[in-house]
């Protein structure tokens, strides 16, 4: 997909105008849209009393695959799409590290619940068993180490988990829009320009 960078449109806007041009995809091989995926991740975030902007980065954790292209693409060439990275360089533009630090930490908090988890391994889905071996595979001890230390990382533990818990077909959730005034309160600014 061509990103729109839409300088001239409402921050909340546009992120809803990526979900609304690619949000309908699958994510990866589960069996639930991006979207869904991201509003279930949203919901366990919230249901965990997170505050809001771990509550947004789980919404949007999933952002630069949307932006980019269809996962299953990179899963199929077997690249590494990076979606952590570009993600979370999107959103810097309006957000603070709360809801970016954890975006851009998300895969490397898989990475460490491997080591950190017993069991964590074998209870990812098949689409997150290959994804990891695509994004390096387990920590080892050091690295889950020097991860956990970073500012933001218990916090992409957390959604880390609720990532998982966002496969669930049929789930109901409250719509996008319902996530709107949530965005713009914790933009930089609260939404008003940058
Ligand atoms: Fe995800």
Known sequence: MQETKGRDMDPVDHLMQIF?????????????????????????A?????DDGLVAAALLHDIGHLTYREPEE?????????????????????????VTEPVRLHVAAKRYL???DPGY???????SKRSLELQGGAFSEREAASFIVQPFAEAAVRLRRWDEAAKIPGA???DLESFRPLLA?????????R
């Not at 919230?46 to 997170?50: E, L, M, S, V």
């Not at 060439?77 to 990275?85: F, G, I, Q, R």
Request: glycine content about 12%; aromatic content about 6%; hydrophobic content about 40%.
């Open 20 to 44: 609304a041009t690619a949000g309908a995809a699958r994510y990866g091989g589960e069996p639930v849209s991006q979207l869904d995926h991201a509003l279930q991740c949203a919901v366990w």
């Open 46 to 50: 919230r249901g965990a009393d997170a």
């Open 74 to 98: 990179a899963m199929a060439e077997a690249v590494d799409d990076l979606h952590e990275n570009r993600g979370a360089h999107l959103l810097a533009e309006w957000f603070p590290p709360e």
């Open 114 to 116: 491997c080591v950190e």
């Open 121 to 127: 391994f074998d209870r990812l889905s098949e689409g």
């Open 172 to 174: 109901r959730t409250p």
């Open 185 to 193: 309160s914790v933009m930089v600014g609260g939404g008003n320009g």
